[in-house]
Structure formats: C-alpha cells, structure tokens
C-alpha cells in the first residue's frame, strides 16, 4: 500500500496522500506559537476563560470515569504486605514510637506496583516527549534530552502538573454510524465528526477536550478480550480539523491512531503529528461506555473534564482516570 488510501476508504472522501501526511509536520506545527520554552503545547488554549466555561458545563452534578480498571496481575506487577496486628510485624520492637509495638489492635496492609501503562490497554496519557520524529520533540528540543537513567527534562508528563480541567466533548462515531462498534482497521474521518456534532447538537471549540468513541469499549466489555494491533481509531485526516478546531487534548477508547494507517512510512501518524509537531496532548484507551450511557441519559454530550496525572518526575505519561462531570 503506497497510495495512502487505506483499504476500505470510501472513493468520495478524499484522502491525504503520504506526502500530504508528512507534510503535516510543518503545517500543523505549533514549535513555537507560544514561546520556544513552552512544553504545554496545545494545553495552552485551556485558558482561565475556557476552565470557567467548563464548570458551567456541569448541568446535573452527575460524575462517571472514563478510565479502565487495571486488572491484576495481567496488566501490574504487584506486591501485598498484610500485617493484621502491626505489633507482631518483626522489628516493631526495635521503632521509635513506643505505641507501635505496644498497640495490639492496629494492622495494615502495602503493595508495591509496578506497570507499563503505555500500550493498549491501560488508560494512560501521553506527554509531547513519548515520541520522536527525525529524532526530535515538541519545540525542536533533541531526544538526547530523555535519559535513560532520569527520564526526560523536556516536556514530561509534570508539565500538567497542575492537572487538566476543561470542556470535555464525547463525539460518538460508532452510533453516527449506527453499529456497535467500529470494526478493526476502520478508520474515523472529518466528516464522521461533524456528523456525530450534528446528531448530538454539540460542537467542538478552541480548548475543548474532544473523547472518541468507537465502541471497541462496548466490544472489550461484552468479549472480554482486548484486541490486538489491528484497531479502530483516528485517521490521520483529522488532524487539520483537529488543530482548526484548537483541540486542547484528545482520547478514544482504542490507543488513538486506525491500524494499519494506510501509510507505509508513517506507523501511527496521529500519534507522532499530534505529540511531535502539535503539542497535542493524548489520552490512551479510555472506556467511554458509561459516558455514553449518561451522556445519552441526560441528552448533554459535553461536561467537565478533569485528568490529573501522577507527578511522575521526567515520565513520558502517567496512568489516569480522566473524570466526566455532567
């Protein structure tokens, strides 16, 4: 496939060639636009005006989470210390605190975790250094600034340390369609969300967090069974509309990018155009199911959003449980 059509594409939609994709990288770029030290990128357009907005967008008071349990162990190495008397744990007799060993009613219980949260399918979010083009990050800065030792010292996942709040809109392509779900390999185009804006009575708008649902979340659910590398997701034609649009953040409920793309020489376009070139913040394998449900419920499709990733220092991401507020 060198065309970068992707099998299946209808012939009336016309599809960005490879080179138009690849071109994408300097006409979508935001290096720049809002300083050269920037590491926001496009959180920059949730401003103060579009956070108060955001909270007039809760309606009903309602919260659901947009996130996925992580299972045990398939997903996290863990590790449980239960105590149920914490004075017969070896060594109290040696701590500082007299009560400790001498109170005989108290216990606890620790774990030790460790995780990939990258992949498909923890829900995690992606900071702009997770990717590489030509061996650069957002705003020109080298990939020699990742070390393998401390991490990255550009735009890691602590930039949004003071979280992400602001207008979430669930745009639900699978019932504009009129299908469970998404078959693998399909990809969501322009024209797929402006008609899932039309039928929901919503719109997109500069700041907005914009949550795609395909319906592999219902397909997860009802299967129980995660799919493989083939997916549903984003093709790499929304990009234009995405920073049109002034997208501050986007997720799906698959890891984002269709698979295949349709292009030979770009893996996963949306993935390297939004972090690389964009600044465009990413939220990877979202359950969208009980958002849908409440969203359709109280027919009101956009809400308060709230992602509060952990301040992991010179991390690539975070694992997350982004936050619905209708």
Known sequence: MTG?????MTAQRPMPTQDDVLGY???????GRWGDDDELGTLNHITDDVRLAAARAVRHGRSVSCAWEVAVPEEMERSTTSCPCAAD???????????????RRWGFSTERLGMTFHGNTITHIDSPCHLFWDGMMYNGRSHSLVDTGTGS???????????????????????????PWLEPGEGVFPD???????????????????LLRTGYGRFRHESGVASGFTQAGWHASCL?????????LIGADTPQDVQPSGYDDVLMPVHAVSLVAMGLWLLDNCDLEACLATAAELGQWDFQLAVAPVRFVGTS???VNPIATF
Request: proline share 5%; no cysteine; glycine share 12%.
């Open 4 to 8: 970068g059509v992707e099998a299946g």
């Open 25 to 31: 990288f300097d006409t979508l770029s935001n290096w």
């Open 89 to 103: 744990m070896p060594g109290a007799e040696n701590m500082p605190v007299a009560a400790f060993h001498a109170d």
């Open 153 to 179: 010292a550009w735009a890691a996942v602590t930039a949004a340390a003071n979280g992400i709040v602001t207008r979430g809109v669930l745009l639900d392509v699978a019932g504009a369609r009129g299908v």
């Open 192 to 210: 797929d969300l402006e008609e899932a804006e039309r039928r929901q009575g919503v719109r997109v708008r500069a700041g907005d967090a914009v």
């Open 240 to 248: 234009p509309w995405l920073h049109e649009r002034g997208v501050a």
């Open 317 to 319: 991401g975070s694992p």
